[in-house]
């Protein structure tokens, strides 16, 4: 009996739970992680890929260097000729772009924004910055570029690794070692497997915005030696704001609602800035509240959400540098302030009018578009060069300098053979653009349209996918019209 019955768990059992287990992995893999992915829930394969073009993107798209931070390019530069207050904002990756697909969502564009909207427009912001700057490169940066901008206010954004003066390596990184044949076979399945077993992180997501280990990189800097030498730079940066005689406040930029951490990172070096009379405003208690309110309109508008619901608040999945819903939070909170304390620099507000949709910022920045008297035109670059997630197509994204009301977009191009319009809007009651696409355009031969006037949200992006029946250059080039 013993051995007819092992013989027959052997014959049937055995294999049907290996095979229920490769099904669980087949469908986890190519099903249900694919549909988080989708909804900005899941940092799997396809965010990976994507991520890597983004930051040759991003590369691309501002011309600033570790000897030259300035965020510059063709379409944002400093104004040849001053026409009010210019604040100059420091900061790092923050400000550099890592991980932020429209440009308009980072935080000293959220400013700008904020101030145009507040009636503020004739106030110039600029931002220098870098991946990895800390708070010492950034003080020898602002030396440099104060001669050269000569900035009325200079604004510092201060995140948990600032503190750093290169003299503790940072250990904290994950190890991911999967079998090669996982990876090939089931390459979402393989991360998952990697991030919950062989890395630091253990949230479903898979990126956590912050080191919840007590003895992370991040509080290895608030002591010792490396805490000695930022001591010294926070002196730096009060004496050359005194010398200089240009104002200057420090903000703090939170990513977590762990109050714990924030009060860690950024409590312990508050002293340091109020004995050297240097103002620092720490955004870490309003972000809850704040937090709290929001929530409820972005589980309406992505229910899943439910399952991370702080995903909002990344760049995405991949990426965990603010997203332009977080970044809108700081530019409030830095407005209420300067409007506080500041108003002899930011001079009297005049009602603000909503002016033409301009354009200012393309992802990728070598669509090559160019304005014209009813819209602008463009090159649609070969889809293999392009971004895809979330909706796993290539598309090109089209950032409006200021958000804009639409009537209608249409596109026409000589040689368009499909195309697929989106747009993504300002949420009236949250006043940040959480990324969810609208697609809904019809297309009659060579054109397409998309109609919005029954659209009170103010459009923020357009999302084209294009396309062509050639492809030499000439043929990728379409001419977009938007009637407001």
Known sequence: MESGGRSIVERFFLPATVLAILLTAFVLDRLVFPLLEDKKLYWGSAWSADEKTLFKLSCLRNWASTEDPLFRNHFIQPLKERQGPRILVMGDSYVWGDGIRNLNDLWWRQLSRELVSRGYGHVEVLAAGYPGYSTNLEVKAARKLATTLKPDLIIWGFTDNDADEEVIINYNKSKQGSIWLLKKLLPNLSLFIDRQVLSKWHGFSSLDTTDKASDCWQFSLLSGKNFSLFTNTVKNMGTFLQQSKVPGVVFTL?????????????????????QNKVPFVDLTDALKPWYDKALPTVLTMSPLSV??????????????????????????????????????????????????????????????????????????????????????????????????????????????????????????????????????????????????????????????????????????????????
């Not at 909002?312 to 830095?334: D, E, M, R, T």
């Not at 649609?380 to 090109?396: C, F, I, Q, T």
């Open 307 to 484: 399952i991370k619901p702080t995903s909002f608040l990344l760049a995405s999945p991949a990426n965990s540098h603010p997203s332009g819903a977080l970044n809108y939070y700081y530019a409030v909170q830095a407005v209420d302030y300067l409007e506080r304390h500041h108003p002899e620099i930011l001079g009297k507000p005049a009602p603000y009018k909503a002016g033409r949709a301009i354009l200012n910022d393309a992802m990728p920045i070598f669509a090559s578009f160019v304005t014209t008297s009813q819209g602008f035109d463009l090159d649609y670059p070969d889809a293999s060069l392009l971004l895809r997630m979330p909706g796993r197509e290539p598309y090109v994204q089209l950032n409006l300098a200021m958000p804009a009301k639409i009537k209608k977009i249409t596109v026409t191009g000589s040689a368009l053979k499909k195309g697929k319009l989106g747009i993504s809007t300002i949420t009236p009651t949250l006043g940040f653009d959480t990324g969810n696409v609208t697609y809904g355009a019809k297309q009659s031969g060579n054109t397409i349209t998309m109609d919005l006037y029954n659209t009170s949200e103010l459009v923020n992006s357009i999302y084209l996918t294009a396309s062509f029946t050639s492809y030499n250059k000439d043929a990728r080039h379409l001419s977009i019209r938007l009637d407001q």
């Open 254 to 274: 939170p990513k977590t609602l762990d109050t714990s951490y924030s009060a860690r990172c950024f409590g312990t070096v508050r002293p340091l800035f109020e």
